[in-house]
């Protein structure tokens, strides 16, 4: 894998120096780190979510071996480095993900921390042909989180706050649902897995299959 240190002068340009990194074809990860007593640099990779990673190789970290203070972060190629705050109302999460030099990510998220209910129900949508579409309904109850953690799928929300999409393609990106919202969803690359935590099992009830009435509940 072809990787890059990056000297980071001013936090707010990391976003720029990752893109201009990335321009180089051959270059997998780009990875940069920050002293833990620099708290507003610190505060401002964590807010926006970059990785954190913990396998810096031995001949980089022999170049800091006078520092036991640093915390590392890690960009690989692909990650979506901008997300919205919202999407229609329902908020865009960086979810925890622990990046590694060579071998990919991990991204995690636990109950009532990193997302605001009780997961009662996973499931996953796969094997759906490029160009399909699910979903056309809302829920009255259901808090979920949806995350894509391959491929790319195009979400499109609308709820009292209006009807907007967001392109979910990264697996460490996920959109909290928490109020009555309606759902259609576009593969956009075959194969592409949609996956989503649940606040409650599975109930028919919960379902409101018809626009109309989804307008007329909302009102
Ligand atoms: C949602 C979007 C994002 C079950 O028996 N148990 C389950 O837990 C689920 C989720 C579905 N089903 C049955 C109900 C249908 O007979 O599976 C069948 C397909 O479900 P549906 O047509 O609702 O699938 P999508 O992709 O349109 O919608 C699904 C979820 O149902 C929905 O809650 O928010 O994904």
């Not at 309904?137 to 989180?145: C, E, M, N, P, R």
């Amino acid at each position: 894998m072809t990787i890059k240190e990056l000297k980071i002068e001013d936090p707010y340009s990391i976003v720029d120096e990752i893109n201009k990194s990335f321009a180089v074809p051959e270059l997998e990860c780009v990875f940069w780190c920050v002293s833990k007593n620099d708290s507003d640099s610190l505060d401002f990779y964590e807010s926006r979510g970059f990785h954190k990673v913990v396998d810096i190789p031995a001949d980089i970290l022999k170049d800091h071996a006078d520092r036991d203070d640093l915390v590392w972060f890690a960009s690989l190629r692909g990650d979506q480095l901008s997300i919205p705050e919202a999407v229609a109302g329902c908020k865009v999460v960086k979810l925890q993900t622990i990046a590694t030099m060579d071998s990919g990510e991990l991204s995690f998220f636990e109950e009532n921390s990193d997302i605001p209910f009780d997961i009662k129900r996973i499931y996953y949508i796969s094997k759906v042909p490029e160009g399909k579409r699910r979903g056309f309904h809302a829920h009255k109850d259901l808090k979920q989180l949806l995350f894509c953690p391959y491929g790319r799928i195009l979400l499109t929300l609308e709820n009292k706050s209006g009807r907007e999409e967001i392109e979910l393609s990264d697996p460490s990106v996920g959109v909290i649902i928490e109020t009555p919202t309606w759902r259609e969803m576009t593969w956009l690359q075959k194969d592409s897995v949609l996956c989503v935590a649940a606040s409650e099992f599975y109930s028919m009830d919960d379902y409101i299959r018809d626009y109309d009435e989804f307008k007329a509940y909302l009102s």
